[in-house]
């Protein structure tokens, strides 16, 4: 798969954002950040907003947003240029009440403000913890979200309020998305840290100054690792007037390219890719992506989602795909999203594709029958091209294993 990713980083569209993005090969090929034109920012900001959120969402967003009392001290004495810590994103989805997907959002919380350093860098702002800040209920939230749909998002949220304590903004003028991806970004640590901030330093000594500055937290803004996969590297939300720390002009790509990242992993992203009020969130892998938890409270839409869940078979899942011709050549844009792929010997569909970007592509597949052995699949208005489906490296075992046994019974 990577090597495709590759070429079109060497190609590169020269689109311009703030500043010149790079149109020849980047210094370090393994590793490309995006800004994400695709993603706005929504700010929930109250005494109730994350518990407000908690009860909509698919996701524990209190589990992310705060620790047990007993382990929060009520005053802070931080190092002086000491980074701040600020807790793991988390990834969550919006269902209609059938349980139909409507929008997806990475949810962040800035670090406290008693582990901000001052405008100086040189001492944290105060030892005290701000009231309500960190507890389970209250505080700041920032939305990470799908920019086509960000106005009915607000809508949907503001109808869901009722006397919620909680304010919802538009904060997309003040904050922009970015993501860091690519093979020397993406580990599996259990750190949340970025590797090269954790590189910062003498010896085997920790320059913690340098190290925040690195990070771009010195106010609590940092990169933090992709709540979904350790394959898609690091996310994070950063002031709109500044270019986020470790994103080095001739590593800045555009959003193409982390898009066919994405594809080639089988991961969609935003109401465009997961069908807004269509889409059952277990067909698009939403559970394997951290998205769901079967443990909390209730939520809009979970009774389809547990029953679905309990019932262990997924028959359809998103699946990456990739284009060519009967001499296996890749082709380039020659599918568009919405073309059927159907199985050459029966002439059934097995599936749609949903999206499509040069010779790669991703669509909802029956599993049984895109993953079957010496199958050949092509799009259905055009026989010249096959459609070659690809199990991605991150997918449970068990996500086709019940798949075989009911087969086999069958």
Not at 82 to 98: E, F, G, H, K, N
Not at 145 to 159: G, I, P, S, Y
Not at 160 to 173: A, G, T
Request: charged share 25%; with cysteine.
């Amino acid at each position: 798969m990577l090597p495709f990713a590759r070429r079109l980083a060497r190609r590169g569209p020269g689109a311009v954002t703030r500043r010149l993005l790079h149109t020849g090969p980047p210094a370090g090929p393994g590793v490309l950040a995006s800004r994400l034109a695709s993603r706005a920012v929504v700010r929930f900001r109250g005494p109730e907003a994350a518990r407000f959120l908690n009860s909509l969402l698919t996701n524990d967003v209190l589990l992310s947003h705060g620790a047990p009392a007993s382990s929060q001290p009520q005053r802070y004495a931080p190092t002086p240029n000491a980074p701040a810590r600020a807790p793991p994103p988390r990834y969550a989805a919006l269902l209609t009440p059938q349980g139909r997907f409507l929008y997806d959002l990475f949810l962040y919380r800035p670090a406290p403000r008693s582990q901000m350093l001052d405008r100086t860098g040189s001492a944290p702002q105060t030892g005290e913890r701000p009231g309500g800040e960190d507890g389970e209920g209250g505080g700041e939230v920032l939305a990470d979200v799908d920019a086509a749909e960000v106005d009915e998002l607000l809508a949907c949220f503001k109808r869901y309020r009722l006397r919620s304590k909680v304010e919802i903004d538009n904060v997309s003028e003040e904050f922009l998305c970015w993501q860091r991806f690519g093979n020397d970004v993406a580990h599996a640590e259990p750190s949340t840290q970025e590797p090269e901030a954790q590189s910062i330093g003498w010896g085997q000594g920790s320059d913690h100054a340098a190290e925040s500055s690195a990070q771009g937290n010195g106010h609590g803004w940092q990169w933090l690792k992709d709540p979904r996969l350790d394959i898609l590297g690091y996310r994070g939300i950063f002031p709109a007037d500044t270019i986020p720390p470790l994103v080095e002009a001739d590593k800045e790509a555009d959003e193409r390219h982390y898009l066919l990242w994405r594809i080639e992993n089988g991961v969609a992203e935003g109401s465009t890719e997961i069908p807004k009020g269509e889409a059952i969130p277990l067909e698009y892998n939403l559970a394997g992506l951290n998205a769901i938890s079967f443990d909390k409270g209730c939520y809009i839409g979970q009774e389809l989602i547990a029953r679905t869940h309990h019932r262990g078979v997924i028959r359809k899942r998103l699946i990456p795909l990739k284009f060519v011709d009967e001499n296996d050549k890749e082709l380039e844009q020659a599918v568009a999203p919405g073309s059927d792929v159907v199985d050459d010997a029966s002439g059934k569909k097995v599936g749609t594709v949903s999206t499509a970007l040069g010779s790669r592509g991703m669509g909802l597949l029956r599993l049984e029958a895109a993953l079957k052995e010496n199958a050949i699949l092509t799009i259905s208005d055009n026989q010249d091209v096959r459609v070659k489906a690809i199990k991605p490296d991150w997918w449970p075992a068990e996500w086709t294993e019940v798949l075989g046994q009911q087969s086999a019974v069958a």
